[in-house]
Every structure is written in structure tokens, then in C-alpha cells.
């Protein structure tokens, strides 16, 4: 079975800081790892991928991830975060293999609240 | 990027009826459609998927006869919300994989928020 870890609820940062947003992984084979984030009443909009190559994936709006096997994380971060970067962001995974139904999994979700 | 739309966006219905939710991919073809549940500051839970042409799959615990899903066409799937009980009201989204990209990301549609009074 697959899942995602997100270990934070909320992180707060202020404006124009770094912005880091943990996510873990486990699955069977390979993973496909995916950052989206979700404004207040609406669906969910993607970020960016991990599919293979490069373990630096750069995505919208300023954000990226690192893709870290020995430590199965896929952190997402923001060099200077703004203030319209406050929202809800959630990391997940689909297993490369296809006996896992393809379906992706998503961690709990972590708040970022950015401050002026 | 692929745009997926939801109809209505936002529904209050009586008890014991029925709310019908469409989810249109609009500028692509989704052979593969998901139906997700969010309740408040939780994370996505995902009920079915949705096949164009066959009976949807549903995860464990989802009542499909109460969850009905549809998938008529390339572009279109619908959940009906059967004899909608207040412990029904979440928000609901729905999903689209392009056609023949398996591993592609998931198009994400705006959600509709069902409250059962």
C-alpha cells in the first residue's frame, strides 16, 4: 500500500523568508510524487511533479521540490515566500506500478500561513 | 492546462433527496474521472474512480448505492447523491487523467459544496 506523510499541520513563516513544506512517501516500486495546493473553496491545483530524472523539480508560481530516495521525501520549497502564498498545500504519490490501481494518495494536507 | 469544471458549485438540499454533481473535462478527454470527499481541514478521500463506458470502482466503505456514479461519456461523469442525509454535506471534487498519460498529473475541478439541511 501507498502513503504520504505530511508531519506539519501548519507553518508559518514571514514574508519574503524561505518557505519549506515536508512530505514522506512509501510505496511499492517507484513513485510519481505531486505538490498541490488549494485555495479556500476550490479544487486543487497543481504544482509540480516528480516523474523521473532530475531530483530537482522546479514547478509554479516560485516553488520546487527535491526528490530524496534514501529518505523517500519530496519537500516543497519557496525561496521567499508572499503572502498570497497562504493556503493549503498537499503532497501525493501514485505507485509506478500499475497493480496499484494508479490512484494517488494524498498526505493530510499542511497550512502555510505567510505573514506581512 | 486542461481545465475541468463542476456543476453546481455550491447546493443545499433537504433531507431524503437526491443531488446530482456533473464534472466536465473541457478541453480534453478524460477516459478516467475521480470523485473525491474533503471534509473541513481534512484531506482528500478519494470514493471512486470512474471509468467512460463501465461501472465505476469504489473504495472500501463507499455505499455505491447511495453514491451513484456515471460515466457516459469522454468528457463527462455525474455522482448522485441518493436520499441525502446532513452527516452527506462535504465538499466534493472531482478529478480527470488525460486519456493515454497514465502517469501524468490530475486535473482538479473547482468542488461543490453539498449541505443537507
Known amino acids: 500500500a501507498q502513503s504520504v506523510a505530511q508531519p506539519e499541520d501548519q507553518v508559518n513563516v514571514a514574508e519574503g523568508n524561505p518557505l519549506t513544506v515536508k512530505c514522506t512517501y512509501s510505496v511499492s516500486g517507484n513513485p510519481y510524487l505531486f505538490w498541490y495546493v488549494q485555495y479556500p473553496n476550490r479544487g486543487l491545483q497543481f504544482l509540480l511533479k516528480y516523474i523521473t530524472g532530475d531530483n530537482l523539480v522546479k514547478g509554479s508560481y516560485g516553488f520546487e521540490a527535491e526528490f530524496n530516495k534514501s529518505q523517500t521525501s519530496f519537500h516543497l520549497k519557496k525561496p521567499s515566500a508572499l503572502v498570497s502564498d497562504s493556503a493549503l498545500y498537499f503532497c501525493a504519490v501514485r505507485d509506478y506500478i500499475k497493480a496499484a490501481g494508479n490512484k494517488l494518495t494524498f498526505g493530510g494536507g499542511t497550512r502555510v500561513l505567510v505573514k506581512p | 492546462g486542461a481545465v475541468v469544471s463542476q456543476h453546481p458549485s455550491r447546493v443545499i438540499c433537504k433531507s431524503g433527496t437526491s443531488v446530482k454533481i456533473e464534472c466536465r473535462s473541457l478541453d480534453f478527454q478524460a477516459t478516467t474521472m475521480f470523485w473525491y470527499r474533503q471534509f473541513p481541514k481534512q484531506s482528500l478521500m478519494l470514493m471512486a474512480t470512474s471509468n467512460e463506458g463501465s461501472k465505476a470502482t469504489y473504495e472500501q466503505g463507499v455505499e455505491k448505492d447511495k453514491f451513484l456514479i456515471n460515466h457516459a461519456s469522454l468528457t463527462l461523469s455525474t455522482l448522485t447523491v441518493t436520499s441525502a442525509h446532513p452527516e452527506d454535506s462535504s465538499f466534493y471534487i472531482c478529478?480527470?487523467?488525460?486519456?493515454?498519460?497514465?502517469?501524468?498529473?490530475?486535473?482538479f475541478g473547482p468542488g461543490t459544496r453539498l449541505t443537507v439541511l
Open positions: 478529478s480527470a487523467r488525460v486519456s493515454g498519460q497514465l502517469y501524468n498529473e490530475q486535473f
